[in-house]
């Protein structure tokens, strides 16, 4: 039996195992989550002068046979005469080598309410429609494997049709121009998300955040710099995760620094996962930014790390100037990476 026969035995065989209930997928998700802001909380929905896309891509663990690949493409619109934002997700997820893929539509609200001076409130909500599926169109199963050739058609393979079901959530940001701090609750229906349909529910997650804008200058005729502090807390029954960084950005550039991983605190367990470094450029109302994760996991440099594109466009803008309702989370969109004072605190 060839090499290549035993790693596709292997292969399945762990796949098949997965299969078996109850079925646990990962959440998607992305190291610029400030550059996926409507994935972080519906809140974000129209946060900014007119109308925005996103693009993100990444592959995670990259040289690993069958590695996550998550990519998605957002809109969203700030409608300032009635103090409201909405937005349109669509997501799709394909993880490992038996392409266990889930697609997902979300249709997002968000209102703004003028609390005192400065001090803003956004809630938000979504609605989504999910499914999940499972392709065994490039798996080679045991009955398949032969000394010399291996046959087109599996007696094994599972017969697993598309599954799909809906779903809601809720957010709230608490905001001044320097500051934001919010929190989000997704899976609000708990779903029934396995594909055996054997009673697993999904459980609600939760996930905490915020950060703070330093400006390091002031002087005028000066490109804008200034240090952005961010952290992203997720926990969802046994699982927690712990995202911080800094960005620094001097227009119309951005590189930045985070580590994912999760502190001991009083449980004497500590996970570390990744340390990311990234890099953003704006071109006038389009910007991008790449980041690359440095595996520190016990899965090691062997996994070849984890790649991500984002591009983000600004348009629609019309003649409205005043950035004073708008979260001022660090985007890499050109509100955050050009240089004039007013297009800094967002």
Same mark, same amino acid.
């Given at each position: ?22 079925? =646990? ?24 002068? $007119?109308? /925005? ?12 046979? $069958? ?5 998605? *493409? ?29 697609? %997902? ?40 494997? !032969? ?30 121009? /320097? +500051? !934001? ?5 997704? =899976?609000? %229906? ?7 349909? %054997? ?54 550039? +951005? ?30 109302? *389009? ?19 984890? =790649? ?23 985007? *890499?969109?050109?509100?955050? +990476? ?9």
């Amino acid at each position: 039996m060839k090499t290549a026969y035993i790693k596709h035995l292997f292969l399945w065989g762990c796949i098949l195992c997965a299969l078996q209930p109850p079925l =646990h997928a990962q959440s998607p998700q992305f190291s610029q989550y400030y550059a996926a802001p409507l994935l972080i909380a519906p809140s974000f929905a129209g946060n900014s002068l $007119g109308s /925005r896309a996103f693009i993100n891509y990444r592959d995670q663990w990259a040289k690993l046979p $069958g590695s996550f690949v998550t990519y998605s *493409v957002a809109l969203d619109n700030n409608f300032y005469a009635i103090n409201s934002g909405i937005g349109l997700v669509f997501l799709r997820d394909i993880v490992g080598a038996a392409k266990y893929g889930n697609t %997902m539509i979300k249709g997002l609200y968000s209102y703004r309410f003028n609390v005192t001076g400065d001090w803003r409130i956004r809630p938000g909500v979504y609605f989504a429609w999910e499914q999940r599926s499972m392709n065994f169109s490039s798996a080679v199963f045991p009955d398949q494997i !032969w000394e010399d050739r291996i046959d087109p058609v599996s007696s094994l393979e599972p017969q697993i049709p598309p599954y799909s079901f809906f779903d809601a959530g809720a957010s709230a940001v608490v905001y001044n121009s /320097r +500051m !934001w701090i919010g929190l989000t609750v997704d =899976h609000l %229906m708990r779903p029934e998300t396995s594909l055996s349909r %054997m009673n697993n529910r999904s459980p609600m997650q939760w996930s905490q955040f915020g950060g703070f804008n330093f400006k390091l200058n002031r002087g005028l005729g000066k490109p804008l710099q200034a240090l952005s502090v961010n952290y992203l807390f997720k926990t969802s029954r046994n699982f927690y995760q712990f995202d911080a960084g800094v960005n620094w950005i001097r227009a119309p550039m +951005m590189l930045g620094l985070a580590w994912r991983g999760l502190p001991a605190f009083n449980t004497g367990y500590a996970s570390y996962d990744a340390a990311i470094f990234s890099v953003g450029y704006a071109f006038r109302n *389009v910007s991008v930014g790449y980041s690359y994760d440095f595996t520190i996991s016990s899965l090691g440099p062997a996994t070849g790390g984890s =790649h991500e594109i984002t591009v983000s466009i600004s348009f629609n803008e019309g003649a409205k100037k005043d950035r004073k309702g708008s979260v001022p989370c660090p985007d *890499v969109v050109r509100n955050l +990476m050009f240089g004039a004072d007013k297009e800094f605190y967002r």
